[in-house]
């Protein structure tokens, strides 16, 4: 992957697959701690600890399509790289929970990316599923939330390309707002 | 002699020159204002949503996502590396400015990984088709060839299937 928005995409689609309602997406960057975080949390159906630990491994997928399994692998990769790490927690029908810490300073940190265009199509794919996305920065706080895009709408699909282009505008605007990297 | 150099700074070019520096100076203060105040904001949603609707014709309204193309693109692992997001962002904005009613959305891994990115293309009333190596240049020939006119073009992914979620 070329970026972390390319993860962000890919990870987020194996909470859709594990059947979740809600989808949250937090990044959290910490300079001071030398940190950047990205935390997946979805309430779909979960895993066992089995699973748990067979998930980072590249030969390991619940598809049928093909034998390989790279999502996590792939970022755990990422992150490790750096000199950070990735933890999973699950629980069978409770949920999934994906964090990943990268060195901040770090020079293989992956670049950012377009996390906009990544939240704008994954939410649009998606109607039925809720997505809330946080980012935090030292200069402040952005909460991108599909609930009230969607109460907003009304019955205009959020599929429509007017509103996949003003969800794109209204993230990078904010993203920008609060300095992200 | 000399009077009519332009090269002189005679009283009327440094008017001119002030009053062009002065132009330039309220140029930058109006741009610095407009992005000052340019946040998008869910207020800008609802003016979206009001222009939408007034521009939808009844029968767009009721136009279920049946009788308009549908488009998946393949996104797993594979397909994102590949370049899908792309693909998609293309697909999406093109399909607007060219008028084409579609829906573009993403789906999973076809199992065709050495094609990727791959994307299904279904036109009302056909059977979907599969198309494999698409960029943004092959993207623009599905649109004008298949979409519009239903022509078949190279990079069709032959198999038989009901449709990749049944996979």
């Known amino acids: 992957m070329k970026d972390l928005a390319l993860h962000i995409l890919d990870i987020l689609q194996n909470s859709v697959t594990a059947g979740a309602t809600l989808v949250k997406l937090q990044i959290d960057e910490v300079p001071d701690k030398d940190e950047y975080r990205v935390k997946f949390t979805d309430n779909g159906k979960g895993m066992d600890s089995e699973m748990v630990k067979n998930v980072t491994d590249p030969f390991f997928t619940t598809r049928t399509t093909r034998k390989v399994g790279l999502g996590l692998p792939l970022l755990k990769q990422n992150a490790e790289r750096t000199g950070g790490n990735m933890m999973i927690q699950s629980q069978p029908g409770k949920g999934t929970e994906v964090d990943v810490m990268f060195v901040y300073s770090h020079i293989d940190r992956l670049p950012t990316g377009d996390i906009a265009g990544t939240m704008a199509l994954t939410v649009s794919s998606y109607p039925a599923i809720d997505f809330i996305y946080t980012h935090n920065t030292p200069e402040g706080t952005f909460i991108f939330d599909t609930i009230e895009i969607k109460e907003t709408l009304g019955d205009l699909p959020i599929s429509n390309p007017q509103v996949i282009g003003f969800m794109k505008d209204l993230i990078r605007d904010n993203l920008e707002e609060i300095k992200a990297s | ?167």
């Open chain 2, 1 to 167: 002699m000399g009077t009519s150099d332009s090269r002189l700074l005679t009283s009327d070019n440094i008017i001119l020159l002030t009053t062009l520096l002065i132009e330039q100076n309220l140029l930058l203060i109006i741009k610095n204002q407009n992005q000052m105040t340019k946040i998008t904001s869910l207020a800008d949603l609802r003016k979206i949503k009001s222009d939408v609707e007034a521009k939808m014709s009844l029968r767009e309204r009721s136009e279920t996502p049946e009788s308009m193309v549908q488009i998946r693109v393949a996104m797993a692992t594979c397909g994102i590396a590949s370049g899908a997001k792309i693909v998609m962002d293309y697909m999406i904005n093109e399909l607007d400015k060219r008028n084409i009613p579609a829906v573009v959305t993403q789906t999973g891994c076809m199992g065709y990984c050495y094609a990727e990115p791959t994307i299904e293309v279904t036109r009302p009333g056909h059977q979907p088709l599969v198309f494999g190596y698409v960029d943004a240049k092959k993207a623009d020939q599905i649109i004008e060839k298949y979409i519009k006119n239903g022509e078949l073009l190279d990079g069709i992914i032959p198999v038989n299937y009901e449709n990749i979620e049944g996979k």
